[in-house]
């Protein structure tokens, strides 16, 4: 479906949804444990995908009524095998996390997903699952789903490259915990994204598990229980924050605050600092969890997003708004999203009129607001392409057509009721 979207002004309050990647973590920790209630959950289609799993375990997830907790109850450290084929949908967590917990099935688990999902990575998490003493293949033998992986996985350590996904390790860690030898994760090159490791040592630690750093990776003891005593409260997600954030920055005039964004291990918090470096007057109050925007001239600025890839899109529309030249840098790994994320903002945004040059590893943008003129972009049924560019439309002249706006789901369902609701005039 598409959305238009026509100049505007925003202003008023808007609320950052909750964690995408909290979420997961917390809905399978809560799997891997007895069992946890889980408050203030994302309900998407990604997070949704991670329930599903939990159920083909064996657990249950309940959505409460006012979908404000999730009851789950757990398969307690032993994953029944599924009954039926793993859906992971669109969602690189949820089979990354699921693949690993498969691991420690006493038999076969089969996950599958879309076409985006069907064409991402999945090979150096297959090997660590052989090496660890499981099975774990390719039907196409292209390292990438259908998966089919058989446990039960002993532990061990193995080695892994950290520059194509952290959520081999955080998937490593999370099933290590309750392998009877531990896992040991030794990297074979430089983490990219490491915050989310972060995120993953976060929500290990409040439900009793105990992972640590080690010189070469990471490493979890084996024989651990999953316990988080009772309930577990996801914080907001600041990578869904970028787009509000980013929207207050361009076209906010009068401000605008934006709430949920309490500090917590997301790397991507990145993005208040980056738009304030741009030009944009910031404000945030992190004990209340609000943050003041308001609209300024921007200009360009260079950034490295080797530890914020999901950043990309945002800060490339911001960069065509924005005055000169914003270089984004360390950029490989943010091609095997759900798109090639780097190309596609370099093509879209050139559609909208910006000076756009993509290198293998940077992309630079050359913006200037006054140049940017609406027209139809194709939003790649990627969540955050169609969210970049809907923001970027904000400003384009004469009216942006965004195709696929229902891609959203599977990271901020309301995006466009609460652009609209900011006073975007949005059209689907
Ligand atoms: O673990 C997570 O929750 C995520 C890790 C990142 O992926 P990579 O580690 O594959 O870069 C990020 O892009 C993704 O949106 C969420
Ligand atoms: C890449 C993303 O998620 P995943 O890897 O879970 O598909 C994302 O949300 O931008």
């Not at 917390?26 to 408050?39: C, N, R």
């Not at 498969?102 to 996950?111: I, K, N, P, R, S």
């Not at 969540?383 to 970049?388: D, E, K, L, P």
Request: aromatic share 4%.
């Amino acid at each position: 479906m598409d959305v238009s979207i026509s100049p505007s002004t925003v202003d008023g309050t808007a609320r950052a949804p909750p964690s995408k990647s909290y979420t997961h973590r917390a809905i399978l920790a809560a799997g891997y444990a007895e069992g946890a209630v889980v408050t203030d959950p994302l309900l998407s289609a990604d997070t949704r995908a991670t329930a599903r799993a939990v159920e083909a375990f064996g657990g249950t997830v309940e959505i409460a009524a006012d979908e404000s907790r999730l009851e789950v109850d757990g398969f307690d450290g032993s994953p029944a095998v599924p009954a039926d084929v793993v859906d992971c949908a669109n969602s690189g967590t949820t089979m990354r996390l699921v693949a690993a917990a498969a691991g420690l099935v006493d038999g076969t688990t089969v996950l599958t997903g879309d076409e985006s999902l069907r064409s991402r990575p999945q090979g150096p998490l297959l090997d660590a699952i052989a090496d660890l003493g499981g099975r774990g293949e390719s039907t196409r033998r292209n390292g990438q789903a259908p998966l089919v992986v058989t446990g039960p996985i002993a532990g061990g350590t193995v080695a892994i490259p950290g520059d194509v996904s952290s959520q081999y390790v955080t998937a490593l860690l999370m099933a290590g915990a309750n392998t009877d030898g531990g896992i040991r994760v030794d990297l074979e090159t430089e983490l990219k994204s490491a915050p989310y490791v972060d995120i993953t040592l976060d929500v290990l630690d409040a439900f009793g598990v105990e992972a640590e750093r080690t010189a070469d990776g990471f490493a979890v003891e084996g024989g651990q229980r999953y316990d988080a005593g009772g309930e577990y409260a996801v914080p907001g997600d600041f990578s869904s924050l970028s787009y509000l954030l980013a929207a207050g920055a361009i076209a906010a005039p009068d401000g605008l605050t934006l709430e949920g964004a309490v500090p917590s291990a997301q790397g991507d918090t990145a993005i208040v600092d980056i738009v304030e470096r741009m030009g944009a007057t910031v404000d945030w109050d992190r004990e209340a969890g609000t943050i003041h925007v308001s609209q300024s001239p921007l200009s360009g600025v260079t950034v490295d997003v080797g530890d914020t890839p999901d950043l990309l899109p945002t800060i490339a529309a911001l960069g065509a708004v924005a005055d000169g030249e914003t270089r984004i840098e360390n950029v490989e790994h943010v091609r095997y999203k759900e798109t090639d994320r780097v190309s596609a903002m370099a093509e879209e945004l050139a559609k909208l009129g910006a000076t756009v040059t993509e290198h293998e590893d940077e992309l630079v943008v050359h913006g200037d607001e006054s140049d940017l003129v609406g027209a139809r972009v194709d939003g790649r049924k990627d969540h955050r392409i169609v969210m970049a560019l809907s923001v970027a439309g904000l400003v384009a002249a004469g009216g942006t057509t965004v195709e696929g706006n229902e891609h959203v789901d599977v990271s901020f369902p309301d995006f466009f009721d609460v652009l609209a609701d900011l006073g975007t005039t949005v059209r689907r």
